[in-house]
């Protein structure tokens, strides 16, 4: 395959981009100059050296050495372990991190849970979910789960399978399981909710 076909191809496994708009990607790359597209290939193999998972959030994060596990948050004393909020997507972190409003801990699902999906605990970090919640409870530093999913049908399906799941451990602990999006108007996303909405949202978690 030729080069331009190939990188349609590619490009068309970006999230929300069709086939059309990965063809005026090509043609735009064409018409730029080699500098531009070695900055571009550059940072593209850099990104997953320079980037790391963190291991207790899973958020991305950049690292300032490969030996660097944690994320800022994670590694910082001063955020409130009593409080462990879940969000689907990094974007969600981000921006309820930006807003200021919140100064406990994350934890990064990397996905949702579609209704009537198959196999749901693979649609999303089940496993490393409930080693953390277990290892804060074991612990006793665990006081509150928040389900922080945008208030949209595979949120509320993701709050529901969530819900299910943790409750027996939440329970035994005496850890109490709130929503964020409770507070929040039907039909929302987190990434776009302004700081005044996801202040709200918090103090009016049930
Ligand atoms: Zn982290």
Redesign the pocket.
Known sequence: MDPINKLIELFSEFPGIGPRQAKRFVYYLLRHNNGYLNEISENISNLKKEIGT??????Y?QRKNTNQK??????DSHRDESQLMIVSHDVDLEHIEKSGVYKG??FVLGGVVPILAPKPEERIRSRELLALIKNRTEKNILKEIILAMNVTPEGENTEQYLTQNLTPIATQNSVKISHLGRGISTGTEIEYSDKETLKNALQNRK
Do not use: D, E, N, P
């Open positions: 963190c291991s207790i959030c899973f958020q994060f944690l994320c800022s948050i994670c590694s801990t994350y």
